[in-house]
């Protein structure tokens, strides 16, 4: 239903930031919920933030807790602003939308979100 595309990821020393961009098309972008996840090389796909269909509430993982904000200020574009990077942010980072939750609701779960971007690579020196 959404064609999604990441840009914005790059190389960066611990204590950067990065402002990531998902770009969508197709139908009615606001009515998806969206989100990143991230997958490092060796590990399982994790969650990272969410924005809810309505843009009223944010979630985010633990371990970017502070430290990341996920927004949809713009009518087609979903940003995840990165800071105080460390190393183990390290990982391709994947846009995910899906229009099936309630107005203000998210979910942390990848099996959730029927579409998905390609990624876009941050890696974090030390």
């Known amino acids: 239903q959404v064609q999604l595309i990441e840009s914005g990821g790059g190389l960066v020393q611990a204590g950067g930031s990065l402002r990531l961009s998902c770009a969508a098309s197709?139908?009615?972008?606001?009515?998806?919920?969206m989100a990143w996840f991230r997958q490092a090389p060796g590990k399982e796909r994790e969650f990272v933030a969410a924005i809810s269909r309505g843009g009223g509430m944010t979630y985010y993982a633990d371990s970017v807790k502070g430290r990341c904000t996920i927004s949809r200020t713009n009518a087609t574009t979903v940003y995840l602003q990165l800071n105080s990077l460390k190393p183990e942010d390290t990982a391709v980072y994947y846009c995910?939308?899906?229009?099936?939750?309630?107005?203000?609701?998210?979910?942390?779960?990848?099996?959730?979100?029927?579409?998905w971007g390609q990624g876009t690579q941050v890696t974090v020196s030390s």
């Open positions: 995910a939308a899906d229009n099936s939750f309630s107005i203000e609701r998210v979910s942390v779960r990848s099996s959730q979100y029927d579409n």
């Open positions: 197709g139908r009615t972008f606001s009515s998806y919920a």
